[in-house]
């Protein structure tokens, strides 16, 4: 387990601010955010290659805060990979092992299943300025976890790949977490690895943990604006909570429990609100008419906003059921959405 | 083919003209010495310890610039510090003043009236009129070229490579040895070059400090002040080919020899 307990960090022009974090020991955690949040920086804190101003990191139950990045045993794989440009495939995924005491046998049975796990056998002689992205990623991630790391650190890894290939290379990550068992540690702002990848997760925002807990709780009920608004929950609205009756100016939302606070803010999916042009009967507890007052193109989807009243909702829909269901600007349309879909804070 | 406007004309001949301008002196005094008489002044025992005078107080200055300024010039290229403008500024300052200047700055701690020179003098070290001096002052201008050569060679090293290495084990220094240095090497030659290129052209400091023993470029200026233009073109000659040949073996020995692509 990696726990850091309030840790600080100030740089010149950038600081971190009480950062409590605890990672499972085998688990893939992912850290999200806007740029300039400080993911990096604390993915270098918790290896030692920046210092740390106050708190403590602790990693298995050892306090690893003053010790230099060569004793901690974490791995680091950057964005741009930063292999040895002067040294090929192998001497760069073998760089670890002379500092390491190791298991002969060992040693060679880890290289030989990293090799083949992540395909890179044809390339062993090879110096890094031949290989492609992929090719460089992967040797990266061996390079990394052939000195057996109690941590490894994954610093954008997908961002500066062909998006054609990132499935692949997702399930290719996943499969190397449950063989070597190590634990992930991975900043991203694609929420597809988030979802797909991580059981827990963290959202930080201008130096500070935002958010810290599954990957569920992060997406479905975020913990404040911040968090919603990153995470994607488009339906954003302050409400004054009557009952178990969320109003927005005078607009009354059914949520199915009572809410603790008597004002707060209510969030929905945009993919959660459902389009049709008459009422059905369903067990969705809300439904309201509206026209739509803007279709945007989102590439794969389309982003339509219905005005309810004084209030705009956001729907995700796909071209043919924008087709099908003949969404125009201005035209009365009713959305609805289940209470359960609706997270309040 | 588009019309080139003017201005394409205007650099175009602004470099035949400069081209021309730095050529045509060297070519001329390059060719003016016939081959009997380089071939008589190379046999000359006087013209030879004055050049390898020059080349070897030259390399001496550019050893002692890599001991000392390739740890400055990391120091430099990594870190950011209040008052690192000023420590680059100083050691550009070497660059800036005259040479006659740099030669009785070097005198006046070397004298016997400061503490240094008393020190000197007791060690039985002596500056004025020795090779000690000639190294003291061809380092002291040539160190500058180094040092910046070797920190931008430091800086275009990803410092992400020493944190991966790290890391994965290796200490600062181990770091430095296998990631660093492999990956620097080139540009601590071209400062190697650079210095002592800077080195073995020196004159206005050495002249000063040190007429005799006697380096290359004073032997030039005496034969010229003593007989006169032809008689000090031979020796040029011989001094400009020795440091081309010396840069272009070394540049050759160490050109990067592809492992495999």
Known sequence: MIKTENLNISLPGFNLHDINLSIEEGGFFVLMGPTGAGKTVLLEALAGLVPVKSGRIIIEGKDVTRLPPEKRGISIVYQDYALFPHLTVIENIKYGLRFHKVDKKETKERLDRLLHDLDIEYIEQRLPENLSGGELQRVALARALMINPRVLLLDEPLSALDPRFKEEIRSGLKRLHRVSRVTFLMVTHDFVDALSLANRAAVMNEGRIAQTGSIEDIFQRPISKFVADFVGMKNLFPARFSGSRAIINNLKIELGRIPADSHGYIAIRPEDIVLSRESFTSSMRNSFRGAVSGIFDRGFYYEVRIRVREATFISLITKKSLFELGVQEGVEILISFKSTAIHSF | ?261
């Open chain 2, 1 to 261: 083919m588009t019309k080139k406007e003017p201005f394409f004309w205007i650099t175009i001949s602004c470099g035949f003209v400069i081209m021309a301008f730095i050529l045509l002196p060297l070519t001329e005094m390059i060719t003016a010495p016939s081959l009997s008489m380089l071939r008589e002044t190379i046999r000359d025992k006087d013209v030879l310890r004055s050049i390898w005078l020059s080349i070897y107080t030259a390399g001496l200055a550019a050893l002692i610039s890599f001991v000392f300024g390739t740890p400055l010039a990391y120091l430099l290229a990594r870190t950011d510090f209040a008052g690192k403008r000023l420590v680059e500024s100083i050691i550009d300052l070497p660059i800036v003043i005259p040479h006659p200047v740099v030669g009785i700055a070097i005198l006046s701690i070397a004298g016997r009236n400061y503490w240094l020179g008393q020190i000197f003098s007791e060690l039985g070290i002596r500056v004025m009129g020795s090779v000690t001096g000639i190294v003291i002052v061809l380092t002291f201008v040539g160190m500058p070229f180094y040092v910046n050569a070797v920190k931008e060679g430091f800086e275009g090293i990803s410092p992400r490579l020493e944190k991966v290495s790290r890391s994965l084990g290796a200490s600062m220094f181990s770091t430095f040895c296998r990631i660093t240095f492999p990956l620097a090497w080139r540009s601590m030659l071209v400062g190697i070059i650079m210095c002592s290129a800077r080195a073995i052209s020196e004159f206005g400091a050495v002249v000063i400090v040190a007429y005799h023993p006697m380096v290359a470029p004073v032997m030039i200026y005496e034969r010229f002040e003593a007989y006169g233009l032809k008689y000090s073109q031979p020796v040029a000659v011989w001094l400009v080919s020795i440091c081309l040949i010396l840069f272009l073996v070394l540049r050759v020995l160490t050109s990067p020899r592809k492992k495999e692509t």
